[in-house]
């Protein structure tokens, strides 16, 4: 097998998951990040996301000298014959992707690419990116492909390793094969297509999961009106293999890394465009009137009516965007816990995956170190993230802890009848008044 040298530009999620896994496949894979202390840890072999078997990748190939971390981008690139941009592309003004760190990764290696080397986007770019990229290179003997990634938190090291598709995007048909020569011997689909396609299609993708889980929260309010159990009703559809059970689960809202970054990306490209997409725009305010109705519900549950919850001390069980990941970013749990903190409430939360991260939510909320703190006193209780030990947690001991017997469980997780057994009521998202109460 040809070992080829790939260099890695950013150490995030993507990034050193691409590293590791492609070091792993038999690639020299040096990953640059400009963070000198995340450099120095990952040489150790520590691995500070939550990820299974990414800790282990890492090390294996630290021992195996397949797999390097440096902080000078410019070296790391020197002799690469394919580099990977794997770098953060937030949501900037008007909710277009902020491409600042990979244009400017651009202008710092143009002048050490190695000749006829490939300059991969591997990060969520919009439509357009390779060609701006190509452009602030100004090399035509590099080329510039977009190989997007599909990783997701909890399944990344699984998913790279057993992809549902490899789609590869590039105007020189030979630079996309080499690209796609990384990959060779994982089984999966290989879609080739131009840059524009394959910059589209990861938008597409988040987008069209976003709409799933906007129109399972949609249905939820219309299984509770007619006092049907959406779990039975998706389940029912979930079965039919053109509409498939994935991502049809109702909860807090959709969120993290990607969902609401890219479908705000897709729609301001849509906007510029001129291109009418109705169905974005209304995936979008659905995520966000869903949050709002939840929160109105555990409102109308804690106060006598006048819509405040100034004083009133709440249990939130579970702080990541989902479970399996310590990511906080653009969770829908910290997303309703502020409108919470908006109307006044005391904010007690737990989650598993924070204990040793420890983050500053002080201005939000207080962090306990176990759930039964956060339970103690608490006016009611709020599951927003679907850790299974909640799911375990002893809750007849909870029933005493808490000052009432109010769960809310966004994620319907829970058993309804063992919490009904402990005193304690369960309104799920969705269920049925009997299961409820």
Known sequence: ???????????????????????????????????????????????DILEPRLPELVREGLDSGR??????????VADADVVFLCLPTPM???????????????DQIRDRLPHGSVVVNKSTVPVGTAERVAAL?????????????????????RDFLHPD???????????ARRVADLYAGLDAPLVLTDAAGAELAKYAANFFLAMKLSFANNLATLCEHFGADVDDVLTGIGHDPRIG???????????????????????????????????????IETNVEHQRRLVERVVAGCTPGDGSLRGVRL???????????????????????????????????YDPALRETRPDLSDLLTLTDTPEEALRGARACLVLTEWPEFRDLDWERAAGLLGSPAVYDFRNLLDP???????????????????AR
């Open 137 to 157: 290179l100004d090399r035509p003997d590099v080329a510039v492909v977009s190989n997007p990634e599909f990783l997701r938190e909890g399944y990344a090291v």
């Open 245 to 283: 059970s994935a991502f049809l689960k109702p909860g807090p809202g959709w969120g993290g890394s990607c969902l609401p970054k890219d479908t705000h990306a897709l729609l301001t490209i849509c906007q510029e465009s001129g291109v009418d997409f109705p169905l974005l725009g209304a995936t």
């Open 315 to 349: 249990a939130v069980l579970g702080l990541a965007f989902k479970a399996g990941t310590s990511d906080l970013r653009d969770s829908p749990a910290l997303a309703i816990a502020r409108l919470l903190k908006e109307r006044g409430a005391e904010l007690h939360a």
């Open 165 to 175: 598709r490899i789609v590869v995007g590039a105007a020189d048909p030979d630079a």
């Open 1 to 47: 097998m040809q070992i080829r040298r790939v260099a890695v530009v950013g150490t995030g999620y993507v990034g050193l998951t691409t590293g590791a896994c492609l070091a792993t496949l038999g690639n020299r894979v040096v990953c640059a990040d400009t963070d000198r202390h995340k450099v120095e840890r990952l040489r150790r072999g520590e691995v």
């Open 92 to 106: 900037g003004v008007g909710g277009a992707a902020d491409l600042a760190a990979v244009e400017a990764v651009a």
């Open 417 to 435: 009848d063992r919490l009904r057994r402990a005193g304690l009521s369960c309104e799920g998202i969705g269920r049925t008044l009997a299961m």
């Open 67 to 76: 797999l390097e971390f440096v902080q000078d981008t410019r070296a790391a």
